[in-house]
């Protein structure tokens, strides 16, 4: 076995939970970083916890580093503790009643390292980061940002073969939230594992992973690095992850794509059959009147509401399909922009871009 | 304004009334005893070896409520089994039962022809009523209800995804028991440890049925106080009441503020 085979994660994750089937095929390769996305309720967590072995799959198989660690119909079932996994979730769940240093050696200690090796391992991850000076005091005195990354260490000190990541920022206020993602980011890449990412925030998943996995419903609806995603997503929910305006339609001619019955206008269109489209938001300008001489992609819509955010805003706007412009905080003044107002939207084709679906 | 105030009396009132009705045989107890004679009292030949067995046999109680009960209780808080419902239902029965009925089953189980018993009889010519093993089966059967419930609620408290997490950094689970389970709930265990025993102090009925009153053997200090009361002995009673009462308030007060609310 090639070097790649041996140290990458090769999962087939078939469960059903509740009101969720989850059919989901992942691949990652040594050292890789790959983010989950989904919705709520889309499958993301039972995934991890089916890799970690807290949820046993009903088919498929986990293949980790050389070791099957679960395959229903070959009877391999691997309890978690016997699994090389480190879980961190959303809120730290530190052990309240262990020092920083006890939770951080607990999992070495679990495994059958001795006592003082098991402490020098856990002071090492903390000096990685940056929290050699807290190793005394109770997670309850810790700061937020602090006890997700003692959370992160002591995940990291058993030197797991999986590193399993769930929503672990989303419970940090903004300004804790962008240092602890800094901080992540670093020790991350110098984490020779693999590592699984469930987030639903599109700057964890930009900023950390090598891969995307975007999942709906539990089923995998897209895949690929976040330049390829960001490229051309293929459904609605990873567009606006990626923060474009998605449309689905079917070739009319080399320049036309009829979406929902109106016309659309690209530089070109790929031959045959459906066709996605993607407009960015600072593409569509909004007009009170009907501009004269307008661009071709000329459409009536309705404001549906509007957010600032920083010296932009977003504008929902209905039409003929839904659609996001994002304009300066000065338009949205010049225009006296208000929930049900009737705006014209435009849209130069050459800004539209188009791609096989 | 008048209104509230009538209303506000008609909850005083019987508050009150609750209060003394609770209060006014702890007091008369304080009242009625002879003061300069209790260390006479205390030093009788039945007031000492009773107070002996009690702390012989409750804190044997005590030990394996704690042995097996934790064991249980935790079952009870993890186990999603469609039959575990039931099997707490079962659990918490003695707590209802009169315990002369408890008395009365322990004996048709364990006793010299008892289901269990007849069999224990039988191979080790050993028969179980009557000893001070029985007045820990009474003691036991009675406590350990409320020993596992006080336990398994704060259990069931316990957030099960530390379980799980630290089961992914490879803790068995009886690890997981011993090293998060157990110390996340120490005052629950404390609480329901300090229920037990009590309970166990005061066991009376199922101790008389199962255990008799033997002096030394199977005496309790509730059954003694009884023993003394109704030989013509009321000081001594009162004498050794007093003791029990001040046991409880010492226990109470303890765990009051640390554990208790």
């Not at chain 1, 059958?112 to 090796?117: S, T």
């Not at chain 1, 937020?144 to 992160?152: D, E, I, M, T």
């Amino acid at each position: 076995m090639s070097q790649t085979e041996t140290q990458s994660l090769q999962a087939e994750i078939r469960l059903t939970r509740g009101l969720l089937d989850l059919d989901v095929e992942l691949y990652a390769g040594p050292g890789e970083i790959v983010a989950i996305l989904g919705p709520n309720g889309s499958g993301k967590t039972t995934l991890l916890h089916a890799l970690a072995g807290l949820l046993r799959l009903q088919q498929g198989r986990v293949h980790i580093a050389g070791r099957l660690w679960e395959s229903p119909a070959e009877k391999v079932w691997l309890p978690p503790e016997e699994r090389r996994t480190g879980l961190v979730l959303a809120d730290h769940l530190l052990f309240p009643h262990l020092s920083v240093m006890d939770n951080v050696s607990f999992g070495p200690r679990s495994r059958g390292m001795p006592k003082a090796l098991a402490r020098s391992r856990a002071c090492t991850e903390l000096e990685a980061l940056g929290l050699g000076g807290r190793s005394d005091v109770r997670p309850r005195e810790l700061s937020s940002g602090q006890a997700q990354r003692v959370a992160l260490a002591r995940a990291l000190a058993t030197d797991p073969d999986l590193l399993l990541l769930d929503e672990p920022l989303s419970a940090l206020d903004a300004a804790t939230r962008a240092q602890t993602r800094a901080d992540l980011g670093v020790r991350l890449r110098a984490f020779p594992g693999i590592t699984i990412l469930v987030t639903h925030d599109p700057l964890d998943a930009l900023s950390l992973a090598d891969r995307l996995v975007f999942i709906e419903r539990g089923l995998v609806v897209q895949q690929g690095t976040p330049q390829e995603v960001i490229a051309r997503p293929r459904d609605p929910y990873v567009a606006q992850v990626v923060g474009l305006n998605f449309l689905r339609g079917q070739r009319v001619s080399d320049q036309q794509v009829d979406v929902e019955g109106t016309i659309v206008v690209a530089p070109e269109v790929p031959a045959d059959g459906p066709v996605c489209v993607t407009i960015p938001p600072s593409a569509v300008a909004l007009y009170l009147t009907r501009p004269e001489g307008s661009p071709r992609n000329t459409w009536p819509v309705t404001v549906r509401d509007i957010q600032l955010i920083g010296q932009t805003a977003r504008v929902n706007l209905a039409g003929p399909f839904a659609l996001a412009a994002e304009v300066t905080t000065t338009a949205v003044a010049d225009l006296r922009l208000g929930v049900g107002q009737e705006l014209w939207a435009t849209v130069k084709a050459t800004e539209v871009r188009t791609y096989p679906a | 304004m008048r209104n509230v105030r009538w209303a506000r009396a008609g909850l005083v009132i019987p508050a009150w009334a609750a209060i003394a009705f609770l209060v006014v045989p702890l007091a008369a107890l304080l009242v009625k005893v002879d003061w300069a004679r209790i260390p006479t009292h205390l030093g009788s030949p039945i007031v000492i070896p009773a107070l002996r067995l009690s702390l012989l046999t409750t804190t044997s109680t005590l030990f394996i409520c704690m042995l097996v009960g934790t064991p249980l209780a935790w079952m009870l808080a993890r186990s999603t089994h469609r039959a575990t419902p039931w099997l707490r239902a079962l659990v918490t029965v003695p707590l209802v039962l009169p315990p002369v009925v408890g008395g009365v089953a322990l004996l048709m189980a364990y006793g010299r022809e008892g289901v269990v018993g007849a069999l224990v009889f039988h191979v080790w010519g050993w028969s179980i009523p009557f000893t001070t093993v029985a007045v820990v089966f009474a003691e036991v059967f009675v406590a350990l209800p409320f020993y596992v419930l006080a336990v398994e609620g704060s259990m069931r408290g316990l957030d099960p995804r530390f379980d799980g997490l630290a089961a992914t950094l490879g803790a068995s689970p009886w690890r997981t028991f011993r090293t998060v389970v157990v110390p996340m709930v120490a005052p629950g265990i404390a609480s329901g440890a300090a229920l037990a025993w009590a309970r166990a102090l005061g066991e009376f009925g199922a101790t008389i049925t199962f255990a008799g009153s033997f002096s030394g053997r199977t005496q309790t200090a509730p059954l003694a106080v009884y023993f003394l009361l109704e030989s013509g002995d009321p000081q001594g009673a009162i004498a050794l009441s007093l003791v029990m009462l001040l046991i409880s308030v010492v226990i109470l007060g303890a765990l009051r503020g640390r554990w208790l609310p």
